[in-house]
T-cell receptor, first 111, second 118 residues
Framework: RKEVEQDPGPFNVPEGATVAFNCTYS??????FFWYRQDCRKEPKLLMS???SGNEDGRFTAQLNRASQYISLLIRDSKLSDSATYLC????????????FGQGTELSVKP | EPEVTQTPSHQVTQMGQEVILRCVPI?????FYWYRQILGQKVEFLVS????????KSEIFDDQFSVERPDGSNFTLKIRSTKLEDSAMYFC????????????????FGPGTRLTVL
């Protein structure tokens, strides 16, 4: 089983749409959770951390369910500039801060 | 805004040659990392480095790989004898020290070095 598994995508949505990404992780010792964004051939950039109580940053909402080992990201009112690959990332306790990445889900927002 | 820098942006080498990839982490960061991404695949952890020693390494990081912080600013990844399968984008990252709790701070990534092994 993959350590971090994401929806395969790609997601093609019109501007203004709401889109949801799902992610599951296999290690119950996973400790910190993030969504990163990666533009084509560029470095990953942190979009947001994911907290147990769920958290929101503008149009982006992240949820974590530790019991189900499930993480989600909701993007409301999609913009053209949201087009990118969204990476689900976890860390595991006592592994030197190592980030474990999912395969990523590609989002394409069309006019 | 401070950023991680990497040189060169693109390195082409012959199989069997040694390469050194260079990174300048953000100046007040103390944790340093190397990741790689083979074209079309996920980002994979290679190694983390703190207090002048490796704190964690992956199975990929075998005896062909080494890391060094030769001075107060640079952090390097050396591949001793490159193989075709080492062709990938290599990302350096750095992060601030944590406050001692269990949560790790954000890692900031450099723009990457694209390594092509012929």
């Amino acid at each position: 089983r993959k350590e971090v598994e994401q929806d395969p995508g790609p997601f093609n949505v019109p501007e203004g749409a709401t889109v949801a990404f799902n992610c599951t992780y296999s290690n119950s010792a996973s400790q910190s959770f993030f969504w990163y964004r990666q533009d084509c051939r560029k470095e990953p950039k942190l979009l947001m951390s994911v907290y147990s109580s769920g958290n929101e940053d503008g149009r982006f909402t992240a949820q974590l369910n530790r019991a189900s080992q499930y993480i989600s990201l909701l993007i409301r009112d999609s913009k053209l500039s949201d087009s990118a690959t969204y990476l689900c990332v976890v860390t595991v306790y006592n592994q030197g801060g190592k980030l474990i990445f999912g395969q990523g889900t590609e989002l394409s927002v069309k006019p | 805004e401070p950023e991680v820098t990497q040189t060169p942006s693109h390195q082409v080498t012959q199989m069997g040659q040694e390469v050194i990839l260079r990174c300048v982490p953000i100046s007040n960061h103390l944790y340093f990392y190397w990741y790689r991404q083979i074209l079309g695949q996920k980002v994979e952890f290679l190694v983390s480095f703190y207090n002048n020693e490796i704190s964690e390494k992956s199975e990929i990081f075998d005896d062909q790989f080494s890391v060094e912080r030769p001075d107060g600013s640079n952090f390097t990844l050396k591949i001793r004898s490159t193989k075709l399968e080492d062709s990938a984008m290599y990302f350096c990252a750095s992060s601030q020290p944590t406050s001692g709790g269990a949560v790790y701070n954000e890692q900031f990534f450099g723009p990457g070095t694209r390594l092509t092994v012929l």
